[in-house]
């Protein structure tokens, strides 16, 4: 089984499959299509034949169940295609490193350095042979990291008909770092009566909540005149969009914050004298605290109103996502299924909220109990984007022992 995991992940991350914020297109991006159909040919070859791509680009298989499994509910396996939208993607450069401590060179031409003093979850990993980039893209470990997994999963059980296990429904999404994952994902066609999506986290972390999330867009509008005949008459609305990035409260930011803390993250301004935007990421996984979050930023909205008529300020407000500890609260068989697979697999799983979200938060929304398994990178949507070798490999084995484990669940009751 591990045998197959990395050629597999080394192989997927050549791929770039970045997605777009601003496409309307589904899947945002056409590249992201070179990777499914890749994925449908191995899936093949593999023996699952009835493997393609559907609606929107996502990827659906299914592994019949074996002999006597016939009734057990069907288990789902989920992760993400696509990369983010934050680094390049293209011509990604995996090289793998044994991580002996301090800082590691990733470019020597460059002078990039990836240091342990700003990353310093590495020296848990000293000793072992680790993955980076080279320092000018991200890896993509995130998420072509739960796909190698699953593939690798899937690999195994074919090689292995004595092992006996449900139907396993695989499916394999675009546009998930862009918050369109699951909009055309079928829960009805995947099949699945509960599901686990592999995106992302350290080695045993097992996830089971994540952030209320939604998106806000502050538009502020100035008024152009030449700069040589401005006085009195330009109001620059860079000027006032900065006034408004002030006012943000600074210990609310990613920065700032942990665990179960929200925040308000400013990811984006872009604009000229006459109109300047600002997106805004609003996150908390409690729920009052998230509409707490987005009241302040509509009362900043109204004070710079107050403050500066001359430059009129408007505020959007998107919710992107939900809270998926509510929904898997009722399905508790979910995640001790979970649970036994990781004991099984020599791992006590790490129980932690997630300071993001996953296609499984959404799919939990919509009635299909969804909740995360780590695949084992850290720091992704950058060029410190790392996975240790260890960690893919048990990413790897925690997917057979939750294939295994599907023959010995009866009902999710």
Request: aromatic share 6%; with cysteine; net charge negative.
């Given at each position: 089984m591990n045998e197959t995991v990395l050629p597999r992940f080394l192989r997927?991350?050549?791929?770039?499959?970045?997605?777009?914020?601003?496409?309307?297109?589904?899947?945002?991006?056409?590249?992201?299509?070179r990777l499914a159909e890749t994925l449908v040919a191995e899936l093949k070859e593999l023996g699952v034949e009835n493997a393609h791509i559907g609606n929107g680009g996502v990827v659906y298989a299914l592994v019949p169940a074996t002999k006597g499994c016939e009734d057990c509910p069907t288990i789902g396996f989920i992760a993400h295609m696509d990369t983010s939208p934050d680094a390049s993607g293209e011509n990604v450069k995996p090289q793998i490193l044994r991580y002996e401590g301090g800082d590691v060179t990733l470019n020597a031409e460059k002078g990039i350095v990836f240091k342990a003093a700003d990353f310093p979850e590495i020296t848990k990993y000293q000793g072992e042979d680790v993955i980076f980039t080279d320092g000018t893209t991200l890896l993509g470990a995130d998420d072509k990291a739960g796909v190698a997994a699953i593939m690798a999963m899937v690999a195994h059980v074919q090689a292995h008909p004595e092992m006996p296990h449900a139907a396993l429904a695989i499916g394999f999404t675009p546009d998930e770092e862009v918050a369109r994952g699951t909009v055309n994902f079928d829960i009805e066609h995947f099949g699945a009566s509960y599901a686990y999506t592999f995106d992302g986290g350290e080695v045993g972390t097992f996830e089971n909540e994540n952030f209320n999330a939604g998106t806000a867009i502050v538009t502020v509008k100035g008024v152009g005149v030449h700069p040589g005949l401005a006085k009195d008459k330009m109001v620059n609305s860079?000027?006032?969009?900065?006034?408004f990035m002030e006012m943000l409260p600074a210990d609310m930011s990613p920065e700032c914050t942990a665990g179960h803390e929200g925040f308000l993250h400013p990811n984006m301004m872009k604009g000229n004298v006459v109109e300047t935007t600002i997106r805004i990421l609003v996150r908390d996984h409690d729920t009052a605290l998230y509409e707490e979050k987005k009241a302040l930023l509509r009362d900043l909205v109204a004070k710079m109103n107050e403050l500066y008529p001359q430059a009129p300020c408007t505020i959007e407000i998107k919710d992107s996502y939900q809270n998926m500890r509510p929904y898997l609260d009722k399905a508790p068989k979910v995640l001790e299924i979970a649970r036994a697979a990781y004991r099984a697999a020599g791992l006590e799983p790490i129980e932690e909220p997630i300071r993001g979200g996953t296609d499984g938060a959404r799919l939990s929304v919509r009635g299909l109990p969804c909740p995360n398994v780590f695949t084992g990178g850290m720091n992704f949507h950058g060029i410190n984007e790392c996975l240790p070798v260890k960690s893919l490999e048990k990413a790897a084995e925690v997917a057979v022992k939750l294939a295994e484990g599907s023959a010995t669940v009866k009902s999710l009751a």
């Amino acid at each position: 089984m591990n045998e197959t995991v990395l050629p597999r992940f080394l192989r997927y991350v050549s791929f770039d499959t970045q997605s777009a914020r601003e496409s309307e297109t589904a899947p945002s991006t056409e590249k992201q299509l070179r990777l499914a159909e890749t994925l449908v040919a191995e899936l093949k070859e593999l023996g699952v034949e009835n493997a393609h791509i559907g609606n929107g680009g996502v990827v659906y298989a299914l592994v019949p169940a074996t002999k006597g499994c016939e009734d057990c509910p069907t288990i789902g396996f989920i992760a993400h295609m696509d990369t983010s939208p934050d680094a390049s993607g293209e011509n990604v450069k995996p090289q793998i490193l044994r991580y002996e401590g301090g800082d590691v060179t990733l470019n020597a031409e460059k002078g990039i350095v990836f240091k342990a003093a700003d990353f310093p979850e590495i020296t848990k990993y000293q000793g072992e042979d680790v993955i980076f980039t080279d320092g000018t893209t991200l890896l993509g470990a995130d998420d072509k990291a739960g796909v190698a997994a699953i593939m690798a999963m899937v690999a195994h059980v074919q090689a292995h008909p004595e092992m006996p296990h449900a139907a396993l429904a695989i499916g394999f999404t675009p546009d998930e770092e862009v918050a369109r994952g699951t909009v055309n994902f079928d829960i009805e066609h995947f099949g699945a009566s509960y599901a686990y999506t592999f995106d992302g986290g350290e080695v045993g972390t097992f996830e089971n909540e994540n952030f209320n999330a939604g998106t806000a867009i502050v538009t502020v509008k100035g008024v152009g005149v030449h700069p040589g005949l401005a006085k009195d008459k330009m109001v620059n609305s860079l000027r006032y969009a900065a006034k408004f990035m002030e006012m943000l409260p600074a210990d609310m930011s990613p920065e700032c914050t942990a665990g179960h803390e929200g925040f308000l993250h400013p990811n984006m301004m872009k604009g000229n004298v006459v109109e300047t935007t600002i997106r805004i990421l609003v996150r908390d996984h409690d729920t009052a605290l998230y509409e707490e979050k987005k009241a302040l930023l509509r009362d900043l909205v109204a004070k710079m109103n107050e403050l500066y008529p001359q430059a009129p300020c408007t505020i959007e407000i998107k919710d992107s996502y939900q809270n998926m500890r509510p929904y898997l609260d009722k399905a508790p068989k979910v995640l001790e299924i979970a649970r036994a697979a990781y004991r099984a697999a020599g791992l006590e799983p790490i129980e932690e909220p997630i300071r993001g979200g996953t296609d499984g938060a959404r799919l939990s929304v919509r009635g299909l109990p969804c909740p995360n398994v780590f695949t084992g990178g850290m720091n992704f949507h950058g060029i410190n984007e790392c996975l240790p070798v260890k960690s893919l490999e048990k990413a790897a084995e925690v997917a057979v022992k939750l294939a295994e484990g599907s023959a010995t669940v009866k009902s999710l009751a």
